[in-house]
T-cell receptor, first 115, second 111 residues
Framework: NAGVTQTPKFHILKTGQSMTLQCAQD?????LSWYRQDPGMGLRRIHY???????DKGEVPDGYNVSRSNTEDFPLRLESAAPSQTSVYFC??????????????FGPGTRLTVL | GENVEQHPSTLSVQEGDSAVIKCTYS??????FPWYKQELGKRPQLIID?????GEKKDQRIAVTLNKTAKHFSLHITETQPEDSAVYFC??????????FGTGTRLKVLA
């Protein structure tokens, strides 16, 4: 199993441009979430999904959209990037569909810079 | 809203000494408390976790203690080694899906 994968690893955007960060997991996990990590602020949840077709806002959702059309993929969309969205983005998964299990597995991260 | 406070933000210890990182959570309904280690440029990785029905858990040089009454939990690393140098995050699971993270502790183990 590859676990949780993310692409790209690095990207530079200009203000106002759009971008989709990709996340995929092959562990049959139901719960997927996106976090951003900024210096001194830990990990903050942007959006999450508990199953295909179901998404919800996390604690810092403004400026981001998500979709969940199947179990494996959970892309994060920035429609009009702003410098405040410069951050490292992590996708994480947990809760196998058939079990109640709490450990979160993180992807390798995407370092995004908005100029 | 729910939050997790983590202290200290930086910690330097001599190799072989112990390190302790403390977290306090606000949601009394939290029932799962993981600790993550993050090396520079890498993803957070789970190193130990504890559930609310347990007071202490140990895994070789790493231990976690939980005081539900005080809403405190702590990470203890004994016999520290240079490879323990990293940023450590605590977290609390609030409700079914909401993980609240602390702001991290940068641990430096001095050889």
């Amino acid at each position: 199993n590859a676990g949780v994968t993310q692409t790209p690893k690095f990207h530079i955007l200009k203000t106002g441009q759009s971008m989709t960060l990709q996340c995929a997991q092959d562990m049959n996990h139901g719960y997927l979430s996106w976090y951003r990590q900024d210096p001194g602020m830990g990990l903050r949840r942007i959006h999450y999904s508990v199953a295909a077709g179901i998404t919800d806002k996390g604690e810092v959702p403004d400026g981001y959209n998500v979709s969940r059309s199947n179990t494996e993929d959970f892309p994060l969309r920035l429609e009009s990037a702003a410098p405040s969205q410069t951050s490292v983005y992590f996708c994480a998964s947990s809760f196998p569909l058939e079990l109640s299990y709490n450990e979160q597995f993180f992807g390798p991260g995407t370092r995004l810079t908005v100029l | 809203g729910e939050n997790v406070e983590q202290h200290p933000s930086t910690l330097s210890v001599q190799e072989g000494d112990s390190a302790v990182i403390k977290c306090t959570y606000s949601d009394s309904a939290s029932n799962y408390f993981p600790w993550y280690k993050q090396e520079l440029g890498k993803r957070p990785q789970l190193i130990i976790d504890i559930r609310s029905n347990v007071g202490e858990k140990k895994d070789q040089r790493i231990a976690v203690t939980l005081n539900k009454t005080a809403k405190h939990f702590s990470l203890h690393i004994t016999e520290t080694q240079p490879e323990d140098s990293a940023v450590y995050f605590c977290a609390a699971l609030s409700g079914t899906y909401k993980y609240i993270f602390g702001t991290g502790t940068r641990l430096k183990v001095l050889a």
